[in-house]
């Protein structure tokens, strides 16, 4: 299976980037600049109408959606579980990776780095983002508690893993104060750790803790 990821830098595209590197498989990526809206650009538009990473290229088409992503790397590397095999463990860590997509990241995050996606009148902003950036912070304090006193989300390394990384840094570029998730950061100063996910964040170019 040939497969290539397009991942911006730090951006959500980090999850699928870490989970190709520890699911031991063979892919390429390609790298796109957010901030000069290469994922605009029309070539990538014809691949990925959506205008979004993560998306990966596989020998059936293209996927974007990070569960999605995940799940299917997952799956195409059986012998790492990088989902729980066990049915109620793998319906919790589907849950959480819902969660973290569609509201930490997709009404949290998203309102205070995109506050024009919430309305189009510019003075509402400040006031989205402040809501936005209280919500973010309830959604890490629920991460934290979530991850307190464990090695990993589940009892071994699986995809939501990395996803709770990205949260974390995500929260300290907007602003917030990492202190109050001790939590949080000791989990991924592990998870960045493991030599596959260090490959990635290398990769990237980023720092964990900026
Ligand atoms: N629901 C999608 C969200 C993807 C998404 O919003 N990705 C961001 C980066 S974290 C992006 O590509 N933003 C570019 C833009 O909004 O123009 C997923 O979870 O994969």
């Known amino acids: 299976m040939a497969l290539k990821l397009y991942y911006a830098p730090g951006a959500c595209s980090l999850a699928a980037h870490i989970a190709l590197e520890e699911a031991g498989l063979s892919f390429e990526v390609e790298r796109l600049d957010l901030m000069a809206g290469q ?39 059986p012998e790492k579980a990088l989902l729980p095999a066990d049915a109620w463990a793998r319906a919790q860590a589907m849950s959480l990776l819902a969660w973290l997509s569609g509201t930490v990241h997709g009404t949290g995050f998203a309102t205070v780095f995109r506050p024009g996606r919430f309305a189009d009148d510019a003075d509402a902003h400040p006031a989205i983002k402040a809501k936005g950036l209280a919500e973010v912070e309830t959604y890490l304090d629920q991460m934290n508690a979530r991850i307190e006193g464990r090695v990993y989300a589940f009892d071994h390394f699986t995809v939501v893993d990395p996803y709770f990384l990205i949260l974390r ?23 960045a750790a493991r030599p596959g996910a260090a490959r990635a964040i290398a990769r990237e170019g980023i720092n964990l803790h900026s």
């Open 39 to 77: 994922q605009r650009d029309p070539a990538y538009l014809a691949l990925n109408p959506k205008g979004r990473v993560p998306f990966l290229v596989t020998d059936h088409g293209g996927l974007s959606e990070s569960v999605a992503i995940l799940g299917y790397i997952a799956a195409l590397a």
């Open 169 to 191: 840094r995500w929260g300290i570029r907007v602003g917030l104060n990492p202190a109050r998730w001790p939590a949080l950061t000791t989990h991924a100063e592990r998870v």
